[in-house]
């Protein structure tokens, strides 16, 4: 039933939306695209039109008609059912790959920035080789030399980009090591592990979350990226980087549709992901608003 | 103990140059593994198509690759310390060698692009960051992050399109110089650079005109990370102590730009120099689209196919540039600290 | 005074000069748009690139010659075999014995003469390197090569044989010129192998001029041709590895030929009037083979279920867009001899069945593996499965590099159970394709199709000299392997060739490769 204590727990909500919308329309943006796409790709099923693998092989490269909403390509494949598909695959790489990075990059951070010595030597070493690595040769010989799934895709990408959240997390820890409440918190007689995780950790929590849309975006793009080069993912998958290697070759002889569908699909995403991200770090971090305001 | 500038600078040097060899190693060591552990097999693209069992054996021992796989890896190192790089496997050319053609290119595309990006994404940031959340600096933000957003490969594409299949502006993306032109001698190997040293106008405007395109697209997604980096730096040095100090004191706009920008010349270059390496990877996608024959497509291929030695001068080059730029960038760096 | 008449007279060269332009344009230029640069041009050795370039740099002994076909076109005729770079040969009684007379006055681009020398040259270095110029020499059974005189040719086989006239049309192994490439010999590199990857010496039309690696080769006519001279008399050759920026370079006419063009693209090109594009049925097929060491396949029904659960009205539609001619044996036209031996069509009530009959009531789950080696071979595996489907047979595709599919493919390794190849070859003998492809010494036989009554019909049919019988065994040999069905015959996806809309002249050899020295382009 709905009572007015839930009307006011709506209207309370909508308030706060607006109102942080109002503070930072980025994050609005990027969360409303996000959210989208979201949408999108857990009703995909019952969306779409046709199964992203079914060819009609009469149908091949139609462009976009009544029957294929956003055309055929290729394979006699709807694009329309393709592209929607393609956001559960956008998610399907992108989130378990940021929760591999946050598993792994979040403890290591805490770990180097709280105890330093031996492990933030390591990591330290390990950031610079990344650093000085081509990340995406490294991921392409990875992928390519680990076969076509996407199971070793988004491994690679979710270890690649830990250490990046390590060092977040390393420089928050660092920051709050020498604070009043963690040296009362180890005054006061708590084990290490306890004030990383329990003292520590909620307030490092904050950058990483800015980071996450950002790096998840890069996901998505690292992995369009390297189904463009040809690795990673298996056709008939309904994955946009694959999609736009496909199509790519026809924007030249006029058959347009094929690749701009999956490429607009992929650029909003990761655009919603960026906005979502940047606003993310507007809001939590007061440091970077304006001053004058 | 007297730290002299001179002898500041000398010893970070040093420091440096001892630091990098374990992280080049490991560099090297990963890549070396990596590419072998898969199942990649490049002794049948060897051995051609009309190979038997008995050809493709004897092969794999002529290249040794029967033996264990650290085995392999000291015999490696061991001639990489001699200069010697390994043979590509399709055609035997020496990798060094193909090095010193392609890299060139890839330099020449990658410092142009970066120096472009730069020239626009550094005032624009600038410019965003004194007025933050104003409509420029909103605009600029989205602008930014929908470059962040597009595949290098998808702007290239749909600029030949444009630009040179329907307008007919650019020229044909096939290399680095036209058909009719003749090329420079070879001294550096970088085309602009020989033009120059030879007076050979006509083939430097060739050159130039063929790496507009590819220049202005990389250029183009190379800036959107620098306008969002540039403003975030200058956002902090703007709300930072000194500067509200300047401004309660009454300095005009012009010396306040001055101070925020010396004081952001150091973690700018830092994440220039970030950039320049991250680019000299991501330019193979650019080489491929425009035929420009750098060390990115080749490299890339390589990988596709396997070609061991190739890959690992590639991902050697790459390193040990990223490593070079660092540390010019870091001594500069050094060298602009006032307190320094 | 003198300096003024000096500047007067140049002057006046230069104005004449352009007034007559046809005094400075002695050179034409063809410009094209490959894949990738040629990594060497040692015929012997196969690496991306090579062919391409070496069957415009060397010639053989003979040649095939060429009649109007049914279109009205110009055609090769694979049965007629006629001299080149030989001026006439006679042959012993058993066929076993060859002797060549060559043609006097053939130069190479060094000035040379060919001298039998040459050619005993030749088969030294391709016995040495054992490579590809071996296994040629071996396909048309050659013994012994030696110097009659010094225009005679002696060949000695060990079986007479058809190919062997055949085998002598190819560029390989390539006859060098023997006198310049000792130049360049040393003690341990007796053969000069190391100069000849990257440097041409020969009698054919072209030489390489320069090769940049990556970048572009430049190829010039050879001035001492003995035949008739090129239109083309300088061939630069580009690298241009996306396929997309080649058809964007060749509908804007900045390239007069693109090689390996999407097929779907070609469609739209043949609209435009920019460009030409020439197309001719070849005899390579698209096929699927399957690998009887392996489950299901080792089970003949099997096999044949998979032939008649395959759409091929689909395939033809979707992936050759109804422009591939439908492969009716393991040997299609032009080759001599081939049947209509394929008999299956699509029938999946027959396929179900035959699982059932052979334990598989539910249908089966198979992977079926293919690589980037050709264009359909995406397509191709995308129908298949959804085809196959319909009678059961569960079909997961899987994409392997092609480093990996040749390796695992190769001759006695056989590791790959399910998987597409291309049937073809250089010489359009039956005997010489079958004994590549389906028999099991064979070094296209990527699929362990080793069959002792196979084999043993394809080698009596190399060296069986009466035509009705070598017509029936290759018709017996044809029909055993359909029943085998370890290939399923798709279609021939067919040679198709992009050129400025100005080309004429192009005539397609069995070697698949184009050859430049027939393109013209005169208005």
Not at chain 1, 14 to 31: E, H, K, Q, W
Not at chain 3, 136 to 142: C, D, N, P, Y
Not at chain 3, 359 to 364: D, Q
Not at chain 3, 368 to 386: F, G, K
């Amino acid at each position: 039933m709905f009572t007015k204590k839930d009307s006011s727990a709506v209207v309370n909500f909508v308030n706060y939306s607006l109102g942080i919308s109002r503070r930072s329309p980025t994050f609005a943006v990027g969360f409303s695209i996000v959210g989208l796409f979201l949408l999108l790709a857990m009703l995909a099923d019952f969306i779409a039109p046709y199964s992203p693998t079914q060819s009609f092989s009469y149908n091949v490269l139609n462009p976009p008609d009544g029957r294929f909403l956003l055309g055929s390509d290729g394979n006699g494949m709807d694009v329309f059912s393709r592209v929607l598909h393609g956001c559960r695959y956008a998610f399907g790489i992108s989130i378990p790959a940021g929760l591999i990075m946050i598993s792994i990059g979040v403890p290591l951070g805490l770990v180097a920035g709280y105890r330093g010595g031996f492990i933030d030597e390591v990591l330290l070493r390990i950031l610079d080789v990344l650093r000085s690595f081509p990340t995406i040769i490294l991921a392409l010989a990875v992928v390519a030399a680990m076969g076509q799934s996407l199971t070793s895709m988004v491994l690679v990408i979710g270890v690649l980009d830990s250490p990046i959240f390590a060092r977040v997390v390393r420089a928050e820890v660092l920051a709050l090591r020498s604070s009043t409440f963690v040296m009362a918190a180890i005054a006061m007689g708590n084990p290490a592990w306890r004030v990383m995780f329990v003292h520590i950790l909620p307030n490092a929590i904050l950058g990483v979350t800015a980071q996450l849309p950002m790096r998840m975006a890069w996901a998505v793009r690292i992995s369009a990226t390297l189904a463009f080069i040809g690795v990673g993912i298996q056709a008939p998958t309904p994955e946009w980087g694959a999609m736009i290697r496909q199509g790519a070759e026809y924007v030249i002889t006029g058959e347009w549709w094929v690749a701009l569908f999956p490429g607009i699909a992929l650029m909003l995403l990761v655009l919603g992901f960026n906005l979502l991200g940047d606003g993310l770090s507007d809001i939590l971090d007061p440091r970077r608003r304006s001053v004058d305001k | 103990m007297i730290t002299t500038r001179r002898s500041r600078i000398i010893r970070f040097l040093f420091v440096r140059l001892f630091v990098s060899i374990p992280v080049i190693l490991g560099i090297v060591f990963l890549t070396f593994m990596l590419i072998r552990i898969g199942g990649q097999d490049p002794v049948a693209m060897i051995a051609g198509p009309v190979a038997d069992s008995a050809m493709l054996s004897a092969i794999r021992t002529q290249l040794q690759l029967d033996q264990p796989l650290l085995q392999q890896f000291l015999n490696y190192v061991l001639l990489v310390s001699q200069g010697d790089l390994g043979v590509s496997w399709q055609g035997g050319i020496p990798v060094l060698s193909e090095i010193k053609q392609l890299f060139p290119a890839t330099l020449e595309l990658v410092f142009l692009s970066v120096g472009l990006a730069a020239l626009i994404g550094v005032p624009i940031g600038m410019r965003s960051a004194f007025k933050p959340n104003g409509w420029f600096d909103q605009l600029t933000r989205f602008c930014s992050l929908a470059g962040f957003s597009m595949p290098t490969y998808w702007l290239g594409l749909m600029a030949i399109f444009v630009f040179f299949y329907l307008l007919r502006w650019a020229p044909a993306p096939m290399g680095r110089l036209g058909v009719d032109v003749a090329t420079p001698a070879v001294v550096t190997g970088s085309v602009l650079i020989d033009c120059l040293l030879e007076g050979n106008w006509n083939a430097l405007s060739s050159a130039l005109s063929h790496l507009a395109l590819p220049v202005l697209c990389f250029a183009l997604l190379a800036a959107a990370p620098i306008i969002k980096q540039t403003r975030a730096i200058m956002l902090e040095i703007v709300g930072s102590d000194y500067v509200r100090y300047a401004r309660a004191n009454g300095f005009s706009k012009k010396t306040i730009e001055k101070i925020a920008l010396r004081n952001a010349a150091g973690p700018l270059l830092t994440f220039l120099g970030l950039e320049l390496t991250s680019l000299l990877a991501a330019a193979a996608l650019i080489e491929y689209i425009f035929s420009l024959s750098g060390l990115g497509q080749w490299g890339l291929n390589a990988i596709l196919l396997g070609d061991f030695a190739v890959v690992q001068g590639y991902v050697l080059t790459l390193a040990l540039s990223s490593m070079l730029i660092f540390m010019v960038i870091d001594l500069m760096v050094l060298l602009l600290e006032p307190r320094n | 005074m003198m300096k003024k008449q000096g500047s007067v007279l140049t002057l006046i060269l230069i104005v004449a000069l352009n007034i007559f332009p046809e005094v400075w344009a002695q050179e034409k230029t063809l410009v094209i748009a490959m894949n990738s640069t040629p990594k060497g041009v040692d015929p012997d050795i196969w690496v991306p690139g090579q062919i391409e370039a070496t069957v415009n740099l060397y010639e053989g002994l003979t040649s095939y010659g060429t009649r109007v076909g049914s279109n009205g076109k110009l055609e090769v005729d694979p049965g007629k075999i006629q001299p080149h770079l030989a001026e006439s040969w006679t042959v012993s009684p058993d066929g076993k014995k060859y002797l060549f007379k060559l043609k006097h006055g053939i130069r190479s681009p060094f000035g040379n003469e060919l001298t039998a020398q040459d050619i005993v040259w030749t088969y030294e270095k391709s016995a040495l390197q054992k490579r590809t110029g071996q296994f040629m020499a071996s396909v048309g059974r050659i013994e012994k090569v030696e110097a009659a005189s010094k225009y005679e040719v002696r060949f000695q086989l060990s079986d007479a044989n058809r190919i062997f006239l055949g085998a002598l049309t190819l560029h390989l192994p390539a006859i060098f010129d023997s006198v310049e490439a000792k130049k360049h010999a040393s003690p341990d590199d007796p053969y000069a192998a190391k100069w000849l990857s990257l440097n041409s010496a020969g009698f054919g039309p072209y030489h390489l001029q320069s090769l940049q690696s990556g970048q572009q080769a430049v190829f010039v006519v050879n001035s001492n041709y003995f035949f008739k001279k090129p239109y083309y008399t300088k061939i630069i050759w580009r690298e241009v590895p996306s396929p997309a920026t080649r058809v964007a370079l060749i509908r804007t006419g900045q390239v007069q030929y693109a090689e390996q063009i999407p097929f779907q693209q070609l469609t739209v090109l043949r609209t435009d009037p920019a460009v030409k594009v020439e197309s001719v049925p070849g005899f390579g097929g698209a096929t699927v083979r399957m690998n009887p060491r392996y489950q299901p396949f080792d089970k003949v029904k099997v096999r044949q279920a998979v032939a008649y659960a395959t759409d091929y009205a689909a395939i033809s539609e979707a992936v050759f867009l109804g422009q591939g001619t439908r492969s009716r044996s393991m040997l299609n036209s032009p080759i001599a001899g081939a049947v209509n031996a394929y008999k299956y069509e699509t029938d999946y009530n027959k396929a179900k069945q035959l699982l059932t009959e052979v334990g598989y009531p539910n249908g089966v789950d198979v992977t079926l593996e293919y690589s980037t080696n050709w264009w359909w071979e995406e397509p191709l595996v995308l129908q298949m499965q959804a085809s196959l489907a319909k009678a059961g047979i569960r079909v997961t595709p899987k994409k392997i590099p092609s480093t990996e599919m040749l390796a695992r493919r190769t001759i006695n390794v056989w590791t790959v159970p399910f998987l597409t190849h291309l049937t073809s070859s250089f010489v359009p003998d039956p005997s010489y394709n079958m004994f590549l492809t389906a028999h099991c010494k064979g070094s296209s036989n990527v699929n362990a199709n080793c069959d002792a009554a196979m084999d043993k019909l394809i080698d009596a049919s190399a060296i069986e000299r009466e035509e009705k019988r070598w017509l029936s065994l290759i018709e017996q040999a044809q029909n055993l392997q359909a029943d085998s069905a370890t290939f399923i015959e798709t279609f021939l996806p067919g040679t198709h060739e992009v050129f400025a809309a100005c080309m004429k002249g192009y005539l397609w050899r069995p070697h698949n490769r184009l050859v430049w020295k027939d393109l013209n382009c005169s208005s």
